[in-house]
């Protein structure tokens, strides 16, 4: 396990994010860092990997911005590089919500440590919602918790108003893989008048990590955006792959299936294989095994 993935973010206000994209890009390959890094005028989010030694020297340098000093950020530790290549990205939000007025800068919900997670969440007055798209949400969620069914969080906005009512939903608990979606969610609750907004510090991986697993109240496995796929707890590599044709994240269970077969297809999108589109995976299933045996 020598490689360190970092997942890190902090709403700030940064408006030379151009200038900011260059430096930060210069100094990860001078770390030998990969993964992605998002920049915007509201902050900073991204997960990287590299070294022992790397990760303190990348996060040593971008905290001695004082703009970034209170970046926050949650170690897992893989044994093969889970990232391909290095990006640095300028974009219009670091998590797209599409409401450019809500602010997380300006007032976020209450924090809620893991390890008072499970009381907030078995309260009977509290609603629980998980704010990730729908394929990560069925790889694994927290027990009771609503699936909105969002297949991008630009969609949140909109079940919210479509489901939830600040005078019936008085506390509200939200939760994500690691903490940034939940800002700007509780902070677009908060400014449309829901009363007690709650959200996990740190995520699930946090989660994931201090609570011990027969305490645990999670179900399954968490999606992360990376080669790992999914992790389970003590933030440990799961189960799953990706479906090499769609993206979609399979279980074990889904690729001993008859709708499986890898690089081809999988029981999420066997059924929207066209001809032309079988072939194209075909072929490039194909290459892979070639480069594989080479």
């Not at 994209?21 to 990287?48: M, P, V, Y």
């Not at 992790?231 to 979609?248: F, I, K, N, R």
Request: overall charge negative; some cysteine; aromatic content about 8%.
């Amino acid at each position: 396990m020598s490689i360190v993935v970092a997942a890190f973010y902090q709403f700030v206000a940064l408006p030379d994010c151009h200038e900011l994209r260059d430096q930060f890009f210069d100094r990860c390959l001078a770390h030998q860092i990969k993964g992605t890094i998002l920049l915007a005028q509201e902050g900073i989010n991204g997960t990287i990997s590299g070294s022992r030694e790397a990760i303190d020297g990348i996060f040593g340098e971008l905290r001695s911005d004082p703009r970034l000093a209170n970046l926050q950020v949650k170690e897992s530790y893989t044994d093969q590089q889970p990232f391909y290549r290095l990006k640095v990205k300028v974009k219009p939000e670091i998590v797209t919500l599409g409401r450019p007025e809500v602010n997380p800068a300006q007032g976020v919900g209450t924090y809620v440590d893991p390890q008072d997670w499970n009381r907030v969440i078995q309260d009977p007055e509290v609603i629980v919602i998980d704010t990730r798209n729908d394929f990560e949400v069925r790889t694994g969620s927290f027990q009771g918790a609503i699936n909105p069914q969002t297949e991008s969080f630009r969609q949140f906005p909109d079940y919210v108003q479509q489901n939830l009512d600040p005078t019936q939903h008085r506390k509200v608990a939200m939760f994500c893989t690691g903490g940034i979606r939940c800002e700007k969610a509780s902070a677009y609750m908060l400014s449309q008048g829901f009363e007690t907004v709650y959200h996990l510090k740190g995520g699930i991986l946090k989660y994931l990590e201090e609570v011990a697993p027969e305490e645990s109240l999670w179900d399954g496995e968490c999606f992360v955006f990376d080669q790992r796929v999914a992790v389970t707890h003590g933030v440990e590599e799961g189960s799953y792959e990706l479906c090499l044709a769609c993206g979609h994240p399979v279980s074990i269970a889904e690729r001993q299936s008859d709708q499986y077969q890898e690089g081809i297809h999988c029981p999420h999108c066997v059924d929207l294989q066209t001809e032309e589109r079988l072939r194209r995976n075909q072929e490039r299933q194909k290459q892979r095994v070639l480069q594989r045996s080479r």
